[in-house]
């Protein structure tokens, strides 16, 4: 799945020659020439489905072969969407739940940014990054364990930030979570000596 702000039809032209496929949006001034239209189940949200081949000068000579074109109406969010793709054999509604599943890998990213909060990484060597990378995963499931089994109302945000502070403390992991609500017990007046009454 390519966003289309990153369209390049000679990359595009290299997975097509290593037998990949992709699906892609296509930019609205991209030009083109209809050879084919396919019939298609309006019900589902397909509007066309159409074989198409780029006209444009530079376009047509980085992807000279045959491309699929297919304009997708998205009830829910009231969007039209077209995509690009060199997959002929799949139905026309799978490409464009496909599209629609990439959100949730963007949806994954942007919550590893914001919830593993990786800062630097001490290595960066491809095998360092990773191992960094699943650590930090790992660190997260286990307090998303400890929270379900403690049955604790924190976030784990707030979780992560009580076990970070506390990690070099003797304090049990359930006193340390639990205590965070507990409000300190007022002194008794009598014990402590006033101050401004000399």
Not at 93 to 114: D, M
Request: aromatic fraction near 12%.
């Amino acid at each position: 799945m390519l966003d289309r702000g990153y369209m390049d039809f000679a990359r595009l032209h290299t997975l097509t020659q290593a037998c990949a496929f992709f699906v892609t949006r296509a930019r609205v001034e991209a030009q083109f020439y209809r050879r084919r239209s396919h019939p298609v189940d309006p019900s589902t949200g397909v509007r066309s489905d159409q074989t198409i081949a780029l006209t444009g000068p530079k376009t047509s000579r980085r992807y000279p072969d045959p491309l699929r074109r297919i304009h997708y109406f998205d009830a829910e969010r009231d969007l039209r969407l077209i995509f690009l793709t060199n997959n002929f054999p799949l139905p026309a509604l799978v490409i464009a739940q496909l599209y629609r599943a990439r959100w949730r890998v963007e949806l994954f990213f942007r919550w590893i940014k914001q919830h593993l909060r990786i800062k630097a990484f001490y290595a960066t060597s491809e095998n360092a990054v990773k191992i960094q990378v699943w650590f930090a995963v790992s660190m997260y499931e286990l307090v998303a364990i400890l929270k379900k089994r403690l049955a604790l109302d924190l976030s784990l945000y707030t979780i992560l930030q009580i076990l970070s502070t506390s990690v070099f403390e003797k304090t049990a992991i359930r006193e340390g979570l639990f205590d965070i609500h507990s409000q300190p017990s007022a002194a008794t007046p009598g014990i402590q000596l006033p101050m401004f009454n000399l």
